[in-house]
């Protein structure tokens, strides 16, 4: 693989990775409600599901998802009503939050795992790489290698934009003064749960 054939990758993963999503949703309202530390659990659970979905890819089971119907139609309802249920609870919880209450009560390892199955439920990303790799694989140099570039690359690079937008939400965030912007805020991150959760189910199979 070539340093040019890297760059565009990389380009394509910043692309990507900057495109509002599920992760970006979930990286926001953490780090609103929880801080930098709940913000780094969580996107330490994205990665870990991003690089379960890499690893998958790299099997050949990404194949099977890109192709079979049923596999990819159980993923997509799954991880639509997951995210439809964050985004009622947020809803629900708008209207008595409390931030020191919530960095106390929700630990990071909860914010991990819920992290984790955000990114795990989402069929879109695993078929998104099992179509994207093969176009930057290079197929007389080893593989594996040029596999873990590529996810390598991913992952950085979606942890570095994963930043910012918790760092945006951290600006977001000194301007809420009271329980009434901070319910508003609320509705926003679970409305949006919801669209998203919405916009995964109405996904069609390729």
Known sequence: MTFEWW????????????SPGSGAIN???????????????????????????????????????????????????????????LGIQQWRAAGAIDLNTLAKTQSRGRLFKRAVFVNLTNPKSIVFLAALFPQFIVPH??????????????????????????????RIATWIKGPHQMKALNKVFGSLFMLVGALLASARHA
């Open 141 to 170: 140099q080893p593989q594996v290698m040029q596999y873990v570039v590529l996810g390598v690359t991913t992952i950085v690079v979606d942890i570095i934009v994963m930043i910012g937008y918790a760092t945006l939400a951290q």
């Open 27 to 85: 990286t926001m309202s953490t780090s609103i409600s929880h801080g930098y530390r709940g913000a780094a659990a969580s996107i330490a659970g994205l990665q870990t599901g991003l690089g379960i979905h890499i690893v998958l890819v790299g099997v050949g089971l990404g194949t099977l998802f890109s192709r079979s119907v049923l596999a990819f139609e159980v993923l997509k309802w799954a991880g639509a009503a997951y995210l439809i249920w």
């Open 7 to 18: 760059f565009a990758y990389l380009l394509t993963s910043l692309i990507l990775s900057l």
